[in-house]
């Protein structure tokens, strides 16, 4: 039978619930347990699919083509299990559930309250499918006291009473802050926050305390006496220098040995994290550097783009260098020369993104990379305006454009309205919802043989994660292939262009899809590899 672990949040937000997770799953597996990570998030959107990600961050997608958050990424890179739909509720799910079956009759008439119904649908949740786990870890989203979140609060403390005894603890993660005109760490915060778990049914048996310096054996104590929880309990969560270090810096604070001990197993054997220092060794001992320019339309929020810069640091490991990123907003180069931002990058790097904000400044990036010979990747979008640049500098279709920006007399992209998914049509209409419409999810491409990109591969094969609405109109593909661009993967029908690349320069690929999101730091994923492996012959070069 599963054993539950319930972790949540306090004092702040960001405080890294989800990484927290991921490595306390990453330590369980070390020592030879099976885990599953599930996230709860008490927002009312059915899923992130619709928010800005300057909002919310990233929306990772999942091969099941589900939209969920950020955090699942941190789940699959650190333990290396695929997520699915099944990882990650809202609370807007949750209710469209509700609501549905209150719709058709299920409830026979009676009330529908939060408290059976709503805390019952998140418990069945939680609980299904968990059968073949050793550890389920269910980190619940918010921070405690935000009002939205108290559903799950109570659905969790109504876990506790359900499973059987000793089947499920609490780690409450928290921030103590440092006061410089005190000289000391603070600990009101956390027993603050504490106290606010306490009030609605939930006692924490292990704390773990966000900081940066060590925390003083008095100010362990008081927690420990404060917080009602062992000393040894009160896990120090210190800063580090690379997130893949967070599994061995908690385990020699001791938060796998309290875990297990909490559950009253006594730990055996060190868990093995050899090659979580030989990740980290990459990291902090690289052989050289480069420098990619990330040309984004979000690099205001760096969790808009979290699963392509850990892909980026994996792509680093692959290659023992470090990997330094300039964040330009592209709508700089609408108005500027990209030449001063980009003459001493290694490599360009134009990622996903939706309308027309920033595009032509995307376009000129391409352009300066093709013209310029520096590596380019293009991700979603940055494939799409990869392919407008060509239409436009080479093929000579200067109003080359996509329907995305509105109506265009050369629709080099334009709206999906079929594909094919499994043995089933799927169609979509410029009116439908915005919400859950892409084509998302894993789907496969056939990659053209002898081309860059199969090489890269080493394979003709593949499948790889989508999410996108647009697609490039393969009505141009002739006459831009007959200027050098390729199409190089293809969906297994031979209608939707899922690569394309320029035999004649050093690394330019642009793909439909997103890669790294299967990226990991014991697997990185090739592309990545390649694009890194590029940008270092390109700063010999320079």
Known sequence: MARYVFITGGVVSSLGKGLASAALGALLQARGYTVRLRKLDPYL??????????????????????????????????TGIPASKKDNITTGRIYQDIIA??????????????????????????RDGNEAFDFVLVEIGGTVGDIEGLPFFEAIRQLGNDLPRGDAIYIHLTLLPWIPSAGELKTKPTQHSVKELR??????DILLCRCDRPIPPEERRKLGLFCNVRESAVIEARDVDTIYEV???????????????????EPQAAPDLTRWREVTRRVRQPEGEVTIAIVGKYTGLKDAYKS????????GVANTVKVNVDWIESE?????????????????????????RGAEGKIRAATFARERKVPYFGICFGMQMAVIEAARSLAGVSEANSTEFGPTPEPIVGLMTEWVRGNALES??????????????????RLRQGSKVAEIYGSNDISERHRHRYEVNTDYRERLEEKGLVFSGMSPDGLLPEIVEYADHPWFVGVQFHPELKSR???????FASFVEAALAQSRLV
């Open 428 to 445: 979509r209409h410029a009116e439908g919802d915005l919400g859950g419409t892409m084509r998302l999810g894993a789907y496969d491409a």
């Open 101 to 126: 079956k209150e719709r058709r009759g299920d409830y026979l008439g009676g009330t529908v309250q939060v408290i059976p119904h709503v805390t019952d649908a998140i418990k069945h949740f939680v």
């Open 521 to 527: 730091p014991f697997e990185p994923h090739p592309l």
């Open 199 to 204: 009030s609605i049914g939930i006692q924490p």
């Open 308 to 315: 392509l810069y850990e892909a980026l640091v994996h792509g």
């Open 247 to 265: 599994p061995e810096a908690y385990h020699r604070e001791g938060l796998d040995t309290e875990v297990l001990r909490a559950f009253g197993i």
């Open 45 to 78: 959107n059915v899923d992130p699919g619709t928010m800005s990600p300057t909002q919310h961050g990233e929306v990772f997608v999942t091969d099941d083509g589900a939209e969920t958050d950020l955090d699942l990424g941190h789940y699959e890179r650190f």
């Open 332 to 356: 700089i180069f609408e108005s500027a020369d990209p030449a001063p931002y980009l003459e001493h990058v290694h490599g360009i790097l134009v990622p996903g993104g939706f309308g027309q």
